[in-house]
T-cell receptor, first 116, second 111 residues
Framework: EAGVVQSPRYKIIEKKQPVAFWCNPI?????LYWYRQNLGQGPELLIR????????DSQLPKDRFSAERLKGVDSTLKIQPAELGDSAVYLC??????????????FGSGTRLTVV | QKEVEQNSGPLSVPEGAIASLNCTYS??????FFWYRQYSGKSPELIMS????GDKEDGRFTAQLNKASQYVSLLIRDSQPSDSATYLC???????????FGAGTILRVKS
């Protein structure tokens, strides 16, 4: 079984440029999470999807961040325009519907974003 | 006060010793607790989960939970250099299907 697949692995962009990250969850996992992990910190939730519905986006900086999961499978997280402070690792995770908080979830390999 | 707190370390132990990692949480209604291991440059990997007060053992790992004290710990017996990593404590809030993570404790096992 393939795990959570993310791309790209690394991205370097200049500030004010747009950037997008892609995630394909484990097959059959209805719940998808985007987390951001700053250096020396734990992951922080940006947005959670149940199928195609964003059910928790309270921590997503909506002025510059957007996300979509149109068909309830893969998802894209976008930043426009990027700022220096957005440099971090962006992690995607998935779980069976309603089970992430009970059984934990599986992370993808992450995208390391560097804004210069 | 952070929701999940961990000593950042580094915690240094000699090979073969017991490593003890600790975590406290603020939401008294939390029901599920997890330990993730994260190697440098890699993503977090789930290694233990615990739901009830007491101990849960899995190989060299033992998770301990004390809900009254809002305290979770992870013991690693016979520590190996390959155990050197950051250990993240994660807690599921009373409401909501999501995990809140601590900042992690760096563990270094010296051979």
């Amino acid at each position: 079984e393939a795990g959570v697949v993310q791309s790209p692995r690394y991205k370097i962009i200049e500030k004010k440029q747009p950037v997008a990250f892609w995630c394909n969850p484990i097959s059959g996992h209805n719940t998808l999470y985007w987390y951001r992990q700053n250096l020396g910190q734990g992951p922080e939730l940006l947005i959670r999807y149940e199928n195609e519905e964003a059910v928790d986006d309270s921590q997503l900086p909506k002025d510059r961040f957007s996300a979509e999961r149109l068909k309830g499978v893969d998802s894209t997280l976008k930043i426009q325009p990027a700022e220096l402070g957005d440099s971090a690792v962006y992690l995607c995770a998935s779980s069976l519907e309603g089970r992430g908080g009970i059984y934990g979830y599986t992370f993808g390999s992450g995208t390391r974003l560097t804004v210069v | 006060q952070k929701e999940v707190e961990q000593n950042s370390g580094p915690l240094s132990v000699p090979e073969g010793a017991i490593a003890s990692l600790n975590c406290t949480y603020s939401d008294r209604g939390s029901q599920s607790f997890f330990w993730y291991r994260q190697y440098s440059g890699k993503s977090p990997e789930l290694i233990m989960s615990i739901y009830s007060n007491g101990d849960k053992e899995d190989g060299r790992f033992t998770a301990q939970l004390n809900k009254a004290s809002q305290y979770v710990s992870l013991l690693i017996r016979d520590s190996q250099p390959s155990d050197s990593a950051t250990y993240l404590c994660a807690v599921n809030r009373a409401y909501g299907n999501k995990l809140v993570f601590g900042a992690g404790t760096i563990l270094r096992v010296k051979s």
